[in-house]
């Protein structure tokens, strides 16, 4: 009975699986000129006009101009197919063919990732990318093949700095302040290197949190901090570009291996020229996100020499940084 049952729920799974989607194969052309046509989808948990959306729809865009119609891409933003937990796991499968993903919680399936939450590590955007467009970059995104997942490029998602209901000035003022973090124990131990108390939360929670004080403030990029109206109860800006996180766009390495290798040449190519417009849009959203909250009385103070703060948390880099100190010889050779 138990085997039966074992069965019955594989079956439903399956099922579930094959009516969510998928991706569709017919062949086009005659005799030995045919090649396979796909329908393939990427999932976003970004609203529509949101700049790594308008990422995944220029690589869409370009895949199916240069396969001829053949391979087409349908692009879901808002979380329409799931959370990004969910979708990873539908990714691995293979139900879900393509996904938009923050570099960080990728560090569950390969911790070298871990470098991007590093604080200070790099010293601009310029840096960055020069680390993020080497071999050693390109490796990182190519050790996901171990969990399933085939990295297929970068994308920007800015900087991420502090904002708090009480008046920041300088990095002195963060002291003793209850600032929400990503669940890490690196983001705890960086905070406690600046004197702030780290309070991890869900995202979800934090405009609530920030309302009725049981935080004093949070640390992100401005076009999420714009769009979330944390600006609303956090006026107060900080500009100490203290993580540099990019996203990564991903497909299953389950439908990868099912590609001859033009049509994987031509995905990777795609991926890796969408990046400019994926930037492109991303720097009018911070440009547009200052613009606005700067018009709603938002003070913003840029710190001018973050040589202090990299002494201040150098004993946290060098304690997560050690499994992977490869990278930092690499993130350390990209500085321009």
Same mark, same amino acid.
């Given at each position: 009975?138990?085997?039966?049952?074992?069965?019955?729920?594989?079956?439903?799974?399956?099922?579930?699986?094959?009516?969510?989607?998928?991706?569709?194969?017919?062949?086009?052309?005659?005799?030995?000129?045919?090649?396979?046509?796909?329908?393939?989808?990427?999932?976003?948990?970004?609203?529509?006009?949101?700049?790594?959306?308008?990422?995944?729809?220029?690589f869409a865009e370009l895949v199916e101009e240069r396969t001829d119609g053949r391979i087409k891409i349908e692009v879901f933003p808002s979380g329409q197919l799931g959370d990004?937990?969910?979708?990873?796991?539908?990714?691995?499968?293979?139900?879900?063919?393509?996904?938009?993903?923050?570099?960080?919680?990728?560090?569950?399936?390969?911790?070298?990732?871990?470098?991007?939450?590093?604080?200070?590590?790099?010293?601009?955007?310029?840096?960055?990318?020069?680390?993020?467009?080497? @071999?050693?970059?390109?490796? %990182?995104?190519? =050790?996901?093949?171990?969990?399933?997942?085939?990295? #297929?490029?970068?994308? &920007? *998602?800015?900087?991420?700095?502090?904002?708090?209901?009480?008046?920041?000035?300088?990095?002195?003022?963060?002291?003793?302040?209850?600032?929400?973090?990503?669940?890490?124990?690196?983001?705890?131990?960086?905070?406690?290197?600046?004197?702030?108390?780290?309070?991890?939360?869900?995202?979800? @929670?934090?405009?609530?949190? %920030?309302?009725? =004080?049981?935080?004093?403030?949070?640390?992100?990029? #401005?076009?999420?901090? &714009? *769009?979330?109206?944390?600006?609303?109860?956090?006026?107060?800006?900080?500009?100490?570009?203290?993580?540099?996180?990019?996203?990564?766009?991903?497909?299953?390495?389950?439908?990868?291996?099912?590609?001859?290798?033009?049509?994987?040449?031509?995905?990777?190519?795609?991926?890796?020229?969408?990046?400019?417009?994926?930037?492109?849009?991303?720097?009018?959203?911070?440009?547009?996100?200052?613009?606005?909250?700067?018009?709603?009385?938002?003070?913003?103070?840029?710190?001018?020499?973050?040589?202090?703060?990299?002494?201040?948390?150098?004993?946290?880099?060098?304690?997560?940084?050690?499994?992977?100190?490869?990278?930092?010889?690499?993130?350390?050779?990209?500085?321009?």
């Amino acid at each position: 009975m138990k085997a039966k049952g074992f069965l019955a729920s594989a079956i439903f799974m399956s099922a579930i699986l094959a009516g969510c989607g998928g991706s569709a194969e017919t062949e086009t052309g005659s005799g030995e000129g045919k090649k396979p046509s796909y329908t393939f989808r990427l999932a976003d948990v970004h609203p529509a006009d949101y700049p790594t959306v308008v990422g995944d729809e220029k690589f869409a865009e370009l895949v199916e101009e240069r396969t001829d119609g053949r391979i087409k891409i349908e692009v879901f933003p808002s979380g329409q197919l799931g959370d990004e937990k969910a979708v990873l796991e539908q990714v691995q499968l293979g139900a879900i063919e393509f996904t938009r993903i923050s570099a960080s919680p990728l560090a569950e399936f390969n911790g070298d990732f871990s470098v991007f939450g590093l604080p200070y590590v790099f010293e601009s955007d310029e840096h960055m990318w020069s680390f993020l467009e080497s @071999e050693k970059a390109t490796e %990182l995104l190519d =050790g996901l093949n171990q969990a399933k997942m085939k990295g #297929l490029a970068y994308y &920007d *998602s800015g900087s991420r700095s502090f904002y708090s209901s009480k008046e920041l000035k300088s990095m002195d003022d963060l002291k003793g302040l209850k600032i929400r973090v990503q669940q890490s124990e690196i983001n705890i131990d960086f905070l406690s290197a600046l004197g702030a108390n780290a309070t991890p939360m869900p995202y979800g @929670e934090v405009f609530s949190a %920030l309302q009725t =004080g049981v935080i004093d403030g949070a640390e992100n990029n #401005l076009p999420s901090f &714009d *769009s979330a109206n944390h600006y609303q109860e956090a006026p107060h800006v900080l500009l100490d570009h203290h993580q540099r996180t990019p996203e990564v766009l991903l497909m299953s390495d389950t439908i990868w291996g099912k590609l001859n290798e033009e049509d994987q040449k031509i995905i990777k190519q795609a991926a890796i020229d969408s990046v400019e417009t994926q930037k492109e849009e991303w720097a009018k959203w911070e440009e547009q996100s200052e613009k606005k909250m700067k018009e709603e009385g938002v003070t913003f103070t840029e710190v001018e020499d973050i040589k202090p703060l990299q002494d201040a948390v150098k004993p946290v880099v060098e304690k997560y940084s050690k499994d992977y100190q490869d990278i930092m010889d690499a993130i350390e050779e990209a500085r321009p």
